[in-house]
């Protein structure tokens, strides 16, 4: 009985411990997120004081591919350590109304702003450099963008590819990727 006890025990924790909390608007929270007044410009000074990256992922309620990011993907300990140390989250809903202030001081709430910024797939991840003119959109900012949901190796290597400024170089992402691939092999 009581190993019966213990290995009920082990089963519900391993399929508890991928869950992604989520939050009051129906998306996926995680610690290393900031609740900002999502002033991009502000929220780029504020990661660069922290020497980090600045990070938009755009989600939506119910999304499956949101689900598997989170819980198999950003809930890699390895993973959830990088972004916390070295990235500056900030999380935008797709279908949200809270105003959102794009690098060239457009104002519009989350939804108008994203379909401005053309994305369409969620989750959708934009990176930015240290430093973004004021007269550009963050579309046009972005120094790489993640459309969509992606596994865990393909996923660190782009935190780290744009961490290490990898798309300022004559090395692709892809050319990056493989090449990582390869010598974890």
Not at 16 to 22: D, R, V, Y
Not at 31 to 37: A, I, S
């Amino acid at each position: 009985m009581k190993r019966l006890i213990l290995i009920a025990a082990a089963v519900f924790m391993s399929a508890t411990m991928g869950l992604a909390e989520m939050g009051d608007d129906g998306l996926h929270k995680a610690p290393w997120m900031r609740d900002t007044f999502k002033d991009l410009s502000e929220d780029l000074a504020d990661a660069n004081a922290e020497g980090k990256r600045l990070m938009v992922i755009i989600e939506q309620r119910g999304c499956i591919y949101c689900k598997k990011m989170h819980e198999d993907v950003f809930s890699v300990a390895k993973i959830a350590d990088y972004i916390e140390a070295n990235f500056f989250v900030v999380q935008i809903n797709m279908f949200g109304d809270v105003e959102v202030t794009d690098f060239d001081g457009t104002i519009l709430p989350e939804k108008e702003m994203v379909r401005r910024w053309g994305a369409l797939f969620t989750p959708s991840v934009m990176f930015f450099p240290e430093e973004v003119a004021e007269d550009v959109p963050a579309n046009q900012a972005a120094v790489a963008t993640m459309p969509g949901a992606f596994g865990k190796h393909t996923t660190f290597n782009m935190l780290n590819w744009v961490v290490e400024h990898g798309y300022a170089g004559d090395e692709s992402f892809q050319k990056y990727h493989a090449r990582k691939f390869a010598e974890q092999s």
